[in-house]
C-alpha cells in the first residue's frame, strides 16, 4: 500500500543552522507529495508541495524536491529560526482513493 | 474570521460518558474530515464527508459517530468514552474531494479520566 516515513523527531538544531528533514514514500502510481506544519497549538497547514517528478517546491525558505528516482521528498531550510520550532508532517496524496496519506511527523526544535 | 473552528478546545470527562465536539467551516468547501492526533503526534484520519455524504470511513470503534446537518458542519459524537480514546481531535475542510489541500482547526483536546 501507499506510505510515508519521515526521520524520527526531535530533531535540535542552534538558530541559524542548516536543516534538513528525511522523508520517503512508497506509492503504486504518480502521487503528489506535501509537507504540512504544526505550530504549538495549532491545527496542521499547507507549507509546501510538488505535483509531479522534479517538481521543486518552496515557501518561508523551505524547500523540498520531488526525486522519483529516490521516492523521497526531503524538506530543506538553509538558515533556521526559533520561529519555525513545530512538527513537520510528509504526506503523499492519490487521486485514487481521494486521502492523504500521512507521515508520522518530525518534531523541530529550534535553541537561540 | 476563523476558517475551520471547533469546540470545544479542551474537554475533560470520565470513562463511560458520551461527549460531542463540533465543527464549522466558513470556507465554502464542500469535503470535510476528522482525523485523531495521539501523543506521538501520530495523525490518522477517522471520518470524510463531502456535502454530507460519508465517502471515507476508516477502522474506526462505532462508538465514535460522526454527524454532518450541512456541508459547513462535521460533528463528532463518542459513546462510552475510553482512555484510549484521548488525543487531539482535529477538523479539517477541503475545497472539494480530490483536493489535497486540508485547512485545520485548531484541534479539541480530549483528556478521558
Known amino acids: 500500500g501507499n506510505s510515508v516515513t519521515q526521520m524520527e523527531g526531535p530533531v535540535t538544531l542552534s538558530e541559524e543552522a542548516f536543516l534538513t528533514i528525511n522523508c520517503t514514500y512508497t506509492?503504486?502510481?504518480?502521487?503528489?507529495l506535501f509537507w504540512y506544519v504544526q505550530y504549538p497549538g495549532e491545527g496542521l497547514q499547507l507549507l509546501l508541495k510538488a505535483t509531479k517528478a522534479d517538481d521543486k517546491g518552496s515557501n518561508k525558505g523551505f524547500e523540498a524536491t520531488y526525486r522519483k528516482e529516490t521516492t523521497s521528498f526531503h524538506l530543506e531550510k538553509g538558515s533556521v529560526q526559533v520561529s519555525d520550532s513545530a512538527v513537520y508532517f510528509c504526506a503523499l496524496y492519490m487521486d485514487s482513493n481521494y486521502q492523504l496519506i500521512w507521515g508520522a511527523g518530525t518534531k523541530l526544535i529550534i535553541k537561540p | 474570521d476563523t476558517a475551520v473552528s471547533q469546540t470545544p478546545k479542551y474537554l475533560v470527562t470520565q470513562m463511560g460518558n458520551d461527549k460531542s465536539i463540533k465543527c464549522e467551516q466558513n470556507l465554502g468547501h464542500d469535503t470535510m474530515y476528522w482525523y485523531k492526533q495521539d501523543s506521538k503526534k501520530f495523525l490518522k484520519i477517522m471520518f470524510s464527508?463531502?456535502?454530507?455524504?460519508?465517502?471515507i470511513n476508516e477502522t474506526v470503534p462505532n462508538r465514535f459517530s460522526p454527524k454532518s446537518p450541512d456541508k459547513a458542519h462535521l460533528n463528532l459524537h463518542i459513546n462510552s468514552l475510553e482512555l484510549g480514546d484521548s488525543a487531539v481531535y482535529f477538523c479539517a475542510s477541503s475545497q472539494f474531494v480530490r483536493s489535497y489541500e486540508q485547512y485545520f482547526g485548531p484541534g479539541t483536546r480530549l483528556t478521558v479520566t
Open positions: 464527508y463531502n456535502n454530507k455524504e460519508l465517502i
Open positions: 506509492a503504486t502510481g504518480y502521487p503528489s
